[in-house]
């Protein structure tokens, strides 16, 4: 447990940020999963005498990329890191965060137009 407590902190999941020559901050994300499995054997006393219990446990722990934030000029985007999408669904819902950020943009202009 106290090796999952160490794996599982808050900088495995946002990590440290990296900076490039030209000045981009790159700030990993990742998800974290663990898992935890626990199995036993109750034998009749005949078998319990000559082989005894049987048990066993066992953890597990996926630490997976899925994005990284980067800061440029003060704004901050989210990239993901994930296979291409399925089905046109997921395409279009991969893609709201981008329109919203179009729309605000292009609406913001025409106000400072006006």
Same mark, same amino acid.
């Given at each position: 447990?106290? =090796?999952?407590?160490?794996?599982?902190?808050?900088?495995?999941?946002?990590?440290?940020? &990296?900076? %490039?020559?030209?000045?981009?901050?790159?700030?990993?994300?990742?998800?974290?999963? #663990?898992? #935890?499995?626990?199995?036993?054997?109750?034998?009749?006393?005949?078998? !319990?005498? =000559?082989?005894?219990?049987?048990?066993? %446990?066992? !953890?597990?722990?996926?630490?997976?990329? +899925?994005?990284?934030?980067?800061?440029?000029?003060?704004? %901050?985007?989210?990239?993901?890191?994930?296979?291409?999408?399925?089905?046109?669904?997921?395409?279009? &819902?991969?893609?709201?965060?981008?329109?919203?950020?179009? +729309? %605000?943009?292009?609406?913001?202009?025409? =106000?400072?137009?006006?």
């Amino acid at each position: 447990m106290k =090796k999952m407590r160490e794996l599982i902190d808050a900088n495995t999941i946002v990590g440290d940020p &990296i900076t %490039t020559a030209d000045g981009i901050t790159l700030i990993p994300v990742s998800k974290v999963s #663990f898992g #935890f499995v626990g199995g036993g054997s109750d034998l009749t006393q005949k078998q !319990a005498a =000559k082989n005894g219990f049987g048990g066993g %446990t066992g !953890a597990g722990v996926n630490i997976t990329p +899925v994005a990284f934030m980067v800061v440029k000029d003060g704004d %901050t985007k989210l990239l993901y890191i994930n296979p291409p999408a399925l089905s046109t669904v997921d395409r279009i &819902i991969e893609t709201v965060p981008e329109v919203i950020d179009k +729309v %605000t943009e292009f609406i913001s202009k025409d =106000k400072d137009k006006e």
